[in-house]
């Protein structure tokens, strides 16, 4: 998968470009033109970084900043801000924005580009191999620990074999024989009740800071991983008599 990187640039000119470096580049790109769009936008669909430029119409890219910050599933997302020449960034880091790296313009897009990797490393050491990654949920293979925006997740193994099959396949309905099948394997002991308990389990963890429930109940068939924006959190599982 790659990485989700959200432009927040009001000047056309320098979004097309940064656009275009970015997708050669590898990246996957949203584009937002002030800070309102950018904040929607990242509502939808939680990015991996986000380059933020700092003088923005209306909302400022500080503002922005500070609101991504004080979210739960955003707290802990990579920015770079872009300042301009002569916006001192060396006063603007003594305000505690929040900013995980400064760059300031004009720059030449490699620059930019090693920067944003810089960044993500350091925020997700793993990333580009050894991660699993569904809208803000990320998954360290080597390190066996999930994150939820800013907050680890902690799931028990069948937990995290369970997320880590939907986690490959994002979106895809499994009935619970088949996830029986493949994550508890050949134990001919476990029932189909099993399932749902687990997935009751990892839900409620997945949940715990209030996010959106990611886990979709599909009546009658089984479960997917999915994001639908404003899905009530913890959305009823299968009942007893569709449980059979
Ligand atoms: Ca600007």
Redesign the pocket.
Known sequence: MRPLVLIV???APLQKLLAYNLEAAGFEVAQAHDGEEALALVDERVPDLVLL????PQLSGLEVCRRLRRRPATAGLPVIM?T?RGEEPDRLRGLETGADDFVTKPFSPAELVARVRAVLRRARPVFGGQALAFHDLRMDLAAHRVHRGGREVHLSPTEFRLLRHFLETPGRVFGRAQLLDRVWGDDLEIELRTVDATIRRLRRALNAGGEADLLRTVRAEGYALDYKPGRPVGEAPLTDAENG
Do not use: N, Y
């Open positions: 640039e009001d000047e430029d700092w003088m923005l872009l301009a």
